[in-house]
C-alpha cells in the first residue's frame, strides 16, 4: 500500500488514533490545544485525510474514524526512510543507528532477541 502523510496529517492521524472515535470538533480542539491551529487548518487536514482514503467521517456529528493503522503507516514510513537514505539496506539504517550510541547490555540482549525470534519464523 502507497501511504504518504505530510506531518499536519499524521498529527490528525495521532489525535485521531489515540480518541477514536471523535468528532471533527474534538479534534478542532484537540488541534488548538496542542498545536495551535484554528479550526480551519484542522477542517482542511482531515478533508484531505478522507480524500485520500486513510480516515472515514459519519454523521451526524462528523465523526471520524482510521482507516488505517498507526503500525501500518509506521511500516510504510519505516521503509520509506530506509529506502531514501539508506539505499533499502536495513544494514546500513541499523549500522547508523548504532554508530554513535552506548547500549547497554540488556539493550543489546534484547536486540538479539528480536533478531532470533525474527529468524525463527
Known amino acids: ?14 489525535f485521531i488514533w489515540d480518541n477514536e472515535p471523535v468528532s471533527a470538533k474534538d479534534l478542532s480542539l484537540l488541534a488548538a490545544k496542542e498545536t495551535g491551529w484554528n479550526k480551519n487548518t484542522t477542517y482542511t487536514v482531515i478533508k484531505k485525510l478522507e480524500s485520500k482514503g486513510y480516515i472515514k467521517r ?9 482507516l488505517i493503522s ?14 531514501r537514505l539508506f539505499g533499502g539496506s536495513k544494514r546500513a539504517l541499523f549500522s547508523a543507528l548504532l554508530e554513535d550510541e552506548k547500549l547497554s547490555e540488556k539493550e543489546l540482549r534484547d536486540l538479539r532477541k528480536m533478531i532470533d525470534d525474527k529468524n525463527d519464523i
Open 58 to 66: 459519519n454523521d451526524p456529528g462528523f465523526i471520524c474514524t482510521a
Open 70 to 83: 498507526r503500525d501500518e503507516v509506521c511500516r510504510v514510513e519505516t521503509q520509506s526512510l530506509i529506502d
Open 1 to 14: 500500500m502507497s501511504l504518504k502523510l505530510f506531518d499536519s496529517e499524521l498529527k490528525v492521524m495521532e
